[in-house]
C-alpha cells in the first residue's frame, strides 16, 4: 500500500492554465527595469490610445478611465525576440496541451504596473468584447515579482473567489473571454509581462 499522502479538495475553479518557471529571476529584474525607463506616456479611455498610432518605439500607456494601470508597450526588436524565445517556446507546448490550440500570432508585449501609490487595480472585464479586440482568443500573463507588494491578487468570480498570487517568472494562461479582475494592490508595486494571443 502507498503512504498516506495530504489531500486537498479542489472546489469550482476557472479553467486556467499555471505554468512555472516561464521566465527567470534575471529576465524579471530586467523587465522591471525596462518599464522605468523613460519613453512618452500618452493616456487611455480603457479601450485605445492615441500612442499606437504616433509612437515608431517602446511608450508607455495610462489606463486610469477603466481600472489605474500603466503599461509599457515593448516595440524593441531584439527584447520582442527574446520574449518569443523564451516566452512563447515555453507557453504555446502546454498550452496545445491543455487547451488543444496553439496560437500563431500575439499582439505586442506589454510589461504592466499595478501601483499601490495610483491604487493600481483593474475591474471585472473581459479581453475581447469589442470589434477592435475580438480576435483574441488567450491572454498569458507572467509574474515578475511576488515580494515588492500586498494585494493585487487575479480573480475570476464567475468560476469562484480564488485569488491568483503566483511565484515571480510564473506563467497564468486563461481565455480571452473569461471575465476576471486585478485586485487593489495595497502597497509597492506588482509588475506582469502581458499579450493577446490569437491565430
Same mark, same amino acid.
Given at each position: 500500500?502507498?503512504?498516506?499522502? !495530504?489531500?486537498?479538495?479542489?472546489?469550482?475553479?476557472?479553467?486556467?492554465?499555471?505554468?512555472?518557471?516561464?521566465?527567470?529571476?534575471?529576465?524579471?529584474?530586467?523587465?522591471?527595469?525596462?518599464?522605468? $525607463?523613460?519613453?512618452?506616456?500618452?493616456?487611455?479611455?480603457?479601450?485605445?490610445?492615441?500612442?499606437?498610432?504616433?509612437?515608431?518605439?517602446?511608450?508607455?500607456? #495610462?489606463?486610469?478611465?477603466?481600472?489605474?494601470?500603466?503599461?509599457?508597450?515593448?516595440?524593441?526588436?531584439?527584447?520582442? $525576440?527574446?520574449?518569443?524565445?523564451?516566452?512563447? #517556446?515555453?507557453?504555446?507546448?502546454?498550452?496545445?496541451?491543455?487547451?488543444?490550440?496553439?496560437?500563431?500570432?500575439?499582439?505586442?508585449?506589454?510589461?504592466?504596473?499595478?501601483?499601490?501609490?495610483?491604487?493600481?487595480?483593474? !475591474?471585472?472585464? #473581459?479581453?475581447? !468584447?469589442?470589434?477592435?479586440?475580438?480576435?483574441? #482568443?488567450?491572454?498569458?500573463?507572467?509574474?515578475?515579482?511576488?515580494?515588492?507588494?500586498?494585494?493585487?491578487?487575479?480573480?475570476? $468570480?464567475?468560476?469562484?473567489?480564488?485569488?491568483?498570487?503566483?511565484?515571480?517568472?510564473?506563467?497564468?494562461?486563461?481565455?480571452?473571454?473569461?471575465?476576471?479582475?486585478?485586485?487593489?494592490?495595497?502597497?509597492?508595486? $506588482?509588475?506582469?509581462?502581458?499579450?493577446?494571443?490569437?491565430?
Amino acid at each position: 500500500m502507498h503512504a498516506d499522502k !495530504p489531500r486537498g479538495r479542489l472546489g469550482m475553479h476557472p479553467p486556467v492554465l499555471v505554468i512555472p518557471n516561464v521566465l527567470d529571476g534575471e529576465t524579471c529584474a530586467r523587465l522591471i527595469e525596462t518599464f522605468d $525607463r523613460p519613453v512618452p506616456l500618452w493616456e487611455s479611455d480603457g479601450k485605445v490610445s492615441e500612442g499606437f498610432n504616433v509612437e515608431q518605439g517602446d511608450f508607455k500607456v #495610462r489606463n486610469a478611465a477603466y481600472g489605474n494601470v500603466v503599461q509599457y508597450i515593448v516595440r524593441d526588436a531584439e527584447l520582442m $525576440r527574446e520574449l518569443d524565445t523564451k516566452v512563447m #517556446r515555453r507557453v504555446i507546448p502546454q498550452m496545445d496541451k491543455a487547451f488543444g490550440y496553439s496560437p500563431a500570432s500575439r499582439e505586442q508585449y506589454r510589461i504592466a504596473c499595478y501601483d499601490a501609490a495610483e491604487g493600481g487595480s483593474l !475591474p471585472p472585464h #473581459r479581453d475581447n !468584447p469589442t470589434e477592435e479586440t475580438k480576435h483574441r #482568443r488567450f491572454t498569458v500573463s507572467v509574474n515578475l515579482n511576488n515580494s515588492a507588494f500586498e494585494g493585487s491578487e487575479l480573480v475570476f $468570480r464567475e468560476s469562484s473567489d480564488h485569488v491568483y498570487d503566483v511565484d515571480e517568472g510564473t506563467a497564468i494562461v486563461w481565455s480571452a473571454s473569461l471575465l476576471h479582475e486585478v485586485l487593489p494592490v495595497t502597497a509597492g508595486r $506588482r509588475f506582469i509581462l502581458g499579450a493577446h494571443l490569437y491565430g
